[in-house]
């Protein structure tokens, strides 16, 4: 009987072990892990758009870092007030697996109204393939971007139309040029937003969906916009999307609630690509050591059986 019972342990803790491999939240890269683990001490702004004193060198964080330390413990801090839109993801779960089509769309919203302001450096053309497009696609995609390359034979930098193999270009030249045009806030990168922030999917459709007049008494000031999701309620991010503010290819209404929720979908793939690679894996862990774990106690049953 005590074979059985440590056998049934056993199995049960090796199924654990697979469910949380298929289900952990992985960092994507290791830039990501420095997001999420080195910014504590990095004294970031306040996160409410006053960086007007930031001066010199822009710090050489990863994207998303910024505020991460600060929106973190803040989001933790307002966790039991403001509770985040739950919604229901297609790419959660163990079985969970990102929609093609919703990603596609969610491109397209990063593309023409996020890109605006935000870069994603860590997007490269060519990766666009993974969410669907075609070779003709993506390479229609990327000729719409010039990039910068050289040195040529006379040793000066040029630019030239992009090529699927690079990434988009930065909207700005560099941070302060991007804090100059925002009222000096710094539009972060969003490559890894998804999870530089706590809960980060819920987080990111809160916030676009989450705008509204300030409660009374409440002061906004110019150039500050009161978001019930944001820490603090006033960013510096004016509301990016308005109804029917893109076409979508598949005929899909262009809600603001749609838009929130697709390109939600896209920074959350952008995040973490191959997270669908990470969750098979875990479930071919988690099969093989359960084959494994009977194999082995219909062994030890055989093995023990003579000792009687
Ligand atoms: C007009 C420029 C502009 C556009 C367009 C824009 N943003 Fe922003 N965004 C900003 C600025 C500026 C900030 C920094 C706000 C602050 O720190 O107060 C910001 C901050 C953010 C943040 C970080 C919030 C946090 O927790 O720190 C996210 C996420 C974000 N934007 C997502 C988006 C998405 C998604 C889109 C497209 C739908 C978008 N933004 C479009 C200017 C813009």
């Not at 199924?15 to 290791?30: F, K, S, Y």
């Not at 060198?57 to 991460?68: D, K, L, Q, V």
């Not at 491109?107 to 490269?124: I, N, P, Q, R, S």
């Not at 000031?221 to 999307?241: S, V, W």
């Amino acid at each position: 009987m005590t074979f059985v019972k440590l056998s049934a342990a056993l199995v049960a803790g090796l199924l654990w072990t697979g469910m949380a491999v298929a289900q952990e939240n992985v960092p994507a890269n290791d830039q990501e892990k420095k997001t999420l683990e080195g910014t504590a001490d990095k004294g970031g702004e306040a996160g409410s758009g006053q960086q007007t004193e930031m001066t010199g060198a822009a710090p050489a964080s990863p994207p998303g870092a910024e505020h991460t330390a600060d929106v973190n413990q803040e989001l933790e801090i307002r966790h039991d007030t403001v509770e985040l839109k739950e919604e229901d993801w297609p790419h959660a779960g163990v079985f969970g697996t990102y929609d093609r089509a919703a990603l596609q769309r969610g491109f397209k919203v990063y593309e023409e109204v996020c890109h605006g302001c935000h870069a994603a450096k860590y997007l490269t053309f060519r990766s666009l393939a993974d969410i669907g497009f075609n070779e003709d696609e993506v390479k229609a995609i990327a000729a719409k971007y010039e990039v910068q390359d050289g040195p040529d034979d006379a040793g000066d930098m040029f630019q030239r139309p992009a090529r699927a193999s690079d990434r988009m270009p930065a909207p700005f030249p560099n941070d302060n040029a991007a804090r100059a045009a925002n009222g000096g806030a710094l539009p972060p990168d969003l490559s890894l937003m998804a999870k530089a922030r706590q809960d980060g999917d819920n987080y990111l459709y809160s916030l676009l969906t989450g705008y509204a007049d300030p409660p009374p008494g409440e002061e906004v000031a110019e150039g500050q916009y009161y978001n019930t999701y944001f820490p603090g309620h006033k960013i510096g991010m004016p509301p990016p999307l308005s109804p029917d503010q893109v076409t979508y290819d598949d005929g899909t209404t262009a809600s603001v609630d749609q838009m929130s929720r697709d390109v939600t979908q896209f920074l959350s793939w952008l995040a973490e690509p191959k997270m669908e690679e990470r969750k098979q894996t875990g479930i071919k862990v988690m099969l093989f050591l359960l084959i494994l774990s009977v194999l082995l106690y219909f062994y030890m049953r055989k093995v023990w059986s003579d000792v009687h």
